[in-house]
């Protein structure tokens, strides 16, 4: 590449894995390839010296990578989302940004690291204005902070619905995309084996940034909202 940059192959990376890597002193994530490519990482993994020395197993999704990864899950080792970008700024891509975000969560990875914070492409522009993706990576990013876990949710519970659920002691996060750029959509949710007596809903649309809406009774343990068209919406527990 034309860039400063690092190539290894697996053979490389295992022997510092098993060799340099407990030296370092803090926690190693590896092997940062591209396209999320598992040769090396496998290799990591399926030993148990150098496994023993990964704390993430982190990597970028230029190209394809965002799949679960049972060996990584086998060997307790998160999985990161490390770098990816568009420079479409249009919103469509901002949107398709966020099916992004749910496609990763929906994989199993425990994060989602944008490339740039601060650039015209990214969630804040080169005047620290938030951004049309600013905003749809905050329908997750806001809401969903550390210590929060991913709970069982139905992923597509139908045409043009993707959905992910998380929470943190007894509060409950839900996110919710309708990628119908044509119609809302009417989505029941039930919860099981949690409860919530309402939500507030949030909603990102190319006309909304992240708007709060009425608060939403789900004390019988559930509710149905209708989904803007193409848009992204946070069901926040109260």
Known sequence: VTYESCS???LQMLKFMQDNAPSIGTKIIMPEV???NRTISDAVLSDQAASNNVSIVGGHI???GIAPYPLAVLKGKEVWMTEHLSLDTTWTGAFNTGLEIYDCMNAGMNAYIWWYIRRFYGPIDDNSNVTKRGYVMSQYARFIRPGYYKVNASPNPQDYIYVTAY???SKIIIVAINND????VSQQFILKNVTANSFTPY???KTKNCVPGNNINSGGGKFTYTLEKQSITTFVSN
């Open 167 to 169: 929470k943190s002691g």
């Open 8 to 10: 290894w192959n697996y």
């Open 34 to 36: 591209s396209d999320f």
């Open 181 to 184: 750029s044509n119609s809302a």
């Open 203 to 205: 909603t990102t649309t």
């Open 62 to 64: 230029y190209g394809g």
